[in-house]
Structures are given as C-alpha cells and as structure tokens.
C-alpha cells in the first residue's frame, strides 16, 4: 500500500512539471506557471519595467517567485505564477511586455496539465503554435 | 563658464539612462555637483512618451531654471541579445527670475547588449545657439543576474559648437545599478559630477 502510495505521489509530481528549453538551458515549469522569452531585455532597468508590470496583474501569482516573477537576464526570460482560480489570457501577458517596451519571443504557459506554447507571427500577433495534453509530452 | 556648464548638466543628465521607460513608470533624477542641484520627476505616459518636470538650480549664480522635457521613443530594435533605440528629445523651460524661455531638441541614438553600450545624442540649444555632440562608449566588465550589483565604465566624449567655435571634453564615467537604481560618478580631475535615479 505503501509503496503503491509513493508511485502516485511521484507520478502526480512527474506530472505536474514540464521543461522548456531555452537559450539551450532547460528550465523546470511546474503547474499554474508561465514562462515568455523577451527580445531586448539585455538590462536590469530594462527588466525591472517588465517585472513591475506583471506585479500589478490580477492573474499573477504573487506568493511564487518574488512578487510572482522571476527574471532571468542573462537567458532572456520571465517566469511568471499563475494564480490557480483565474484564467490567463495570453495577450494580457503580450501586453505587459509591450507597455516595458520590449517584444515576445515565445511564451509557454502550463496549465491544468496542459503545456501551451505561443509564437509571435508576421501580423505581430500571438498565435497558438501547438498545444500538448498527452501525458508522454509532459515530462 | 555658466553656459558651458548649464550645457554639461543637460548632457549628463540626459545621457544617465533612457529617456523614455515603460507604461506609467515614474523617474525620479537627481544630480549634484559643486555648482549645481538638478531635480527631475517625470512619469512614461506610454513606453514611447515620456513627460516630465526638472528644476535645475545654480547656487553660485542664485539662477534657477524650470523646464518641462518631453521625449518620445522614435523606435525600438528588440534583438535576441542585443536592443538599438531611436529617440526625440524636446525641452522647454524658464528662468524662474527673468521669465527668459529656454528650448533644447535633440536626436539620441543607441544600441547596447549584455557587455558593450555604444551612443550618440545630438542637441541644439536655442539660448545660446548651440549644437552639442555627445558620444558614450561604455563596457560592462562582467555580467550579473538581475537581483546583483551592474558595474559600466564610460568613456564620455562631447564636442560643442558655438559661435563658430568647437570645445571638447572627455570624462570617464563608473555606472552602478542593481534592479531601479542607479548612481554614476564623473570626473576628469576638473568637472566631475554624481547622479543618482530610481525608477518605481
């Protein structure tokens, strides 16, 4: 029963995280997170502007990270808490980084054990490149 | 003497960061040097407007000088690892004694990764008929995450135009910022100067 216990527990762990790879890092995203790749984001003054920005949203997660971001200049991303009860519309992320200045690379959010990655095409507008909800795509 | 100065405080204090940040970001600036206090608080209506006020005050001369700048983003390059921006600055003031009006516009290009910063602003002054270059190359020793201390070294070059005239100046420049901070101290062993800002 024990053991049985601990399979269940370690599946239900293995399957709440995922990885995205990025700038040939790979980063762990656990559940109810959102990670956007930034272009241009080369200063901490540059980041502190994105950084405020995702504070003052409804659906960040603030007990997460510091304030419910965590910035990462040197790979160029942003991680973001994901409040569990609201929904996350990705364009209120997009727009957060447009009012700091900055543009979306990519953007993942992980979500109900759904891995949904984002890519910026040519209309500069977010477009939903696939979406993952297999178990063996989630690590 | 006085113009001259009234010219390195606009420069430096123009060239301590970008001039436009992001939505609803507030600035607060001040500078200070033997002669001078420079006070300026100002909100990024937009990431590609900013507005604000400055009170430059000389305590030698007991002038004073209230201005208003307004600088636009004129565009952005994001790259992967790199960011080159275009910007229009515009300012226009007061004597606060004589009700003299002063104007300055002016073009400020620069481009900047992780290690290097390269950029140029041009200025034209409209109380003294001026036009001054300003160059900054600067290098970051090393790299720091976002929650450390960023160290730049600067090397500042300007050339000012007046009265068919040319003066240069060179003033190596120590940068640090960690997050919304940032202090920079100048000197060349005859002008030297101290800025600190926040942005919040």
């Known amino acids: 029963m024990k053991n049985l216990l601990s399979l269940v527990l370690l599946l239900s762990l293995v399957f709440s995280q995922s990885k995205v790879t990025i700038d040939n890092e790979e980063i762990d995203m656990n559940q109810n997170e959102a990670i956007v790749e930034v272009l241009g984001m080369v200063c901490s003054m540059c980041a502190f502007g994105i950084e405020e920005g995702f504070s003052k949203e409804e659906f960040v997660d603030k007990s997460k990270f510091s304030n419910g971001v965590l910035v990462d200049i040197d790979a160029k991303f942003v991680q973001l808490g994901l409040k569990k009860s609201s929904s996350v519309n990705p364009e209120a992320i997009y727009n957060v980084i447009q009012d700091a200045g900055y543009e979306v690379k990519k953007l993942y959010i992980l979500k109900e054990n759904q891995l949904t990655k984002y890519n910026v095409g040519k209309l500069n507008i977010l477009e939903k490149e696939l979406k993952e909800n297999t178990p063996e795509n989630i690590l | ?126 109380y003294n008929d001026s036009l001054v270059s300003n160059t900054r190359l600067a290098f970051s020793p090393f790299t720091v995450d976002y929650s450390k201390i960023s160290t730049w070294l600067i090397a500042h070059y300007r050339v000012s135009y007046e009265d068919k005239n040319a003066s240069e100046m060179f003033i190596p420049v120590l940068r640090i910022f960690k997050r919304n901070y940032l202090f920079e101290f100048g000197s060349n062993g005859k002008d030297s100067f101290v800025t600190f800002m926040i942005h919040y």
Not at chain 2, 67 to 89: G, T, V
């Open chain 2, 1 to 126: 003497m006085f113009r001259r100065l009234i010219l390195l405080l606009f420069l430096i204090s123009n060239l301590s960061a970008h001039p436009v940040i992001f939505k609803n970001g507030k600035v607060f600036w001040l500078t200070q040097n033997p002669t001078y206090n420079d006070l300026r608080f100002g909100i990024s209506k937009t990431s590609n407007w900013y507005i604000g006020f400055r009170l430059l005050e000389d305590r030698k001369e007991e002038k004073t000088f209230a201005l208003m700048n307004n600088n636009i983003l004129a565009k952005r390059w994001n790259n992967e690892n790199s960011q080159a921006n275009l910007y229009l600055l515009s300012s226009v003031g007061l004597n606060t004694k004589s009700s003299k009006v002063m104007s300055t516009v002016g073009v400020h290009g620069d481009w900047e990764n992780r290690r290097f910063m390269v950029m140029e602003m041009l200025e034209y002054y409209s």
